[in-house]
T-cell receptor, first 112, second 114 residues
Framework: DTGVSQNPRHKITKRGQNVTFRCDPI?????LYWYRQTLGQGPEFLTY????????KSRLLSDRFSAERPKGSFSTLEIQRTEQGDSAMYLC??????????FGSGTRLTVV | DQQVKQNSPSLSVQEGRISILNCDYT??????FLWYKKYPAEGPTFLIS?????DKNEDGRFTVFLNKSAKHLSLHIVPSQPGDSAVYFC?????????????FGQGTRLTINP
């Protein structure tokens, strides 16, 4: 287990299409986070799972966004009816404690 | 509402000299602070952290200083090496509150010149 894995690394989609990203955390980590990073900005929190329970969602997460973590293992982030403003790097992180985030390499989404 | 700010988008330093990256925050509830380093096409990598009960934490070439009264923290890298060239993010959290999510600054691009 070499770290947090995210797939795909890059996704180009047409406006209006749905996309889904996957995150495989470090296996023993019970906490999982999704962040979004746009150009020139730092990562911004989207949502948090503890095991399979989604415990917190940011106001940034509109109704078009949904995240799941079935069985407390991998997680998926789906964006429906994509808009150009959704173009960003989507980062997943996992941790065992509040002090030890490990980030994945991210999925770069481009909406054309 | 930018609660964590890094006012210098970029910094250029000569190899072997000291690099000082600065970060300011507005939320006095933040009690744990971290620095992350990010290379292109990779996720942020943890560098060093500090609790609000301390004013300094050191790890090899990296030292973080915290000035709570000024709501300011800084990262010192000495001596700077070419491999230190990256984007550096400071981040803050409130321990024990909800998700303990990180609030990031905008980042500072550090370039180490040979």
């Amino acid at each position: 287990d070499t770290g947090v894995s995210q797939n795909p690394r890059h996704k180009i989609t047409k406006r209006g299409q749905n996309v889904t990203f996957r995150c495989d955390p470090i296996s023993e980590h019970n906490r999982l986070y999704w962040y979004r990073q746009t150009l020139g900005q730092g990562p911004e929190f989207l949502t948090y799972f503890q095991n399979e329970a989604q415990l917190e969602k940011s106001r940034l997460l509109s109704d078009r966004f949904s995240a799941e973590r079935p069985k407390g293992s991998f997680s998926t982030l789906e964006i429906q009816r994509t808009e150009q403003g959704d173009s960003a790097m989507y980062l997943c992180a996992s941790s065992l404690s509040i002090y030890g985030y490990t980030f994945g390499s991210g999925t770069r989404l481009t909406v054309v | 509402d930018q609660q964590v700010k890094q006012n210098s988008p970029s910094l250029s330093v000569q190899e072997g000299r000291i690099s000082i990256l600065n970060c300011d925050y507005t939320n006095s509830m933040f009690d744990y602070f971290l620095w992350y380093k990010k290379y292109p096409a990779e996720g942020p990598t943890f560098l060093i952290s500090i609790s609000s009960i301390k004013d300094k934490n050191e790890d090899g070439r990296f030292t973080v200083f915290l000035n709570k009264s000024a709501k300011h923290l800084s990262l010192h890298i000495v001596p700077s090496q070419p491999g230190d060239s990256a984007v550096y993010f400071c981040a803050a959290m409130i321990v024990g509150q909800g998700a303990q999510k990180l609030v990031f600054g905008q980042g500072t691009r550090l370039t180490i010149n040979p």
